[in-house]
């Protein structure tokens, strides 16, 4: 693959047929590495598209606004801008290494653990830079929780694994705290599978299970937004579509951003995509337009798998 690819602007290059993504497989996508290492360096600026995704009624929850983002001297996200609207699913694709993840990252500060990242431009939510120095980043984690591609229980109970949370936070009396851990398995849809054994560890659950109970340990520390890396990159078709499903349900109260492989993911459960390719957004749109008939010709060859 050319380690320099020309980003295609303009609507020019719109293609002529419509293309088609079957969107009824429940084929779950290959687990990827990590992408921090993936993206070499460049010495030019690319042309990056504009996010005009965002419907004009429909709030924006987060704002990034010509982010560059490094890792030492490595740049692997060029001048990034995209609206992600409220309550709804704004899906992140693209090939191994393109960003997305690292993308993911910055919204909630998740690359602050990685030594020698830095990173230009601005990151607002719902009106707050998130990247502002008085910011308390684990309050700014309670209210932007993540759950990451490989499914992390802790080695406690499943009861422990939900309380967890708020326990850090303070709360000690025991009645709030049940109510808390069956509220969250109820919308992880996870509560009549194991309400019978709470005090069970949370490591015999299946793989499927453990995702959806990592998502109501997120769920339990009440956030606005739910950002997910490969959710279900790792699970068998059956328990992808639970959690596809889950998706779909939580969108009516959240705001999700989800990072796949799996374009006919993308395609079932988000309202919005955004099209990553070598650190650059490329596109991004209403997710029937951008893969029936996306603007750049490089979307199409993503989507139509030409490369990637």
Known sequence: MNSSPTVVTGNGNAPNEELCVDVTSTDAAA??????????IRTSRPVVAE?????????????????????GTNQVLFDV??????????????????????FLRTLNRMNDIIEGTRHTGDIVLEGTDVY??????VLLRKRVGMVFQKSTPFPKSIFDNIAYGPKVAGLKNKAKLAEIVETSLQRAAL???VKDRLNSSAMALSGGQQQRLCIA??????????????PA????????ARVEDLIFELKKNYTIVIVTHNMQQAARVSQQTAFFFQGVLVETG????????PNEKQTEDYITGRFG
């Open 132 to 137: 502002d120095p008085s910011i308390d980043v």
């Open 51 to 71: 996010s005009t995704a965002t419907d004009s009624w429909q709030a924006v929850k987060i704002r990034a606004k010509n982010v560059d983002f490094f890792y």
């Open 286 to 293: 209403n997710t029937h337009g951008l893969f029936t008939n």
């Open 233 to 240: 990159s790792a699970l068998d078709p059956a328990s992808t």
């Open 217 to 230: 340990r997120t769920l339990a520390t009440d956030p606005d937004v739910i950002l997910m890396d490969e």
């Open 31 to 40: 687990a990827t590495p990590d992408e921090s290492g993936a993206t070499s």
């Open 191 to 193: 509560w009549d599978e």
């Open 81 to 102: 801008s995209l609206d992600i609207p409220e309550k709804s699913v704004t899906a992140l694709i693209g090939p191994s290494g393109c960003g997305k993840s690292t």
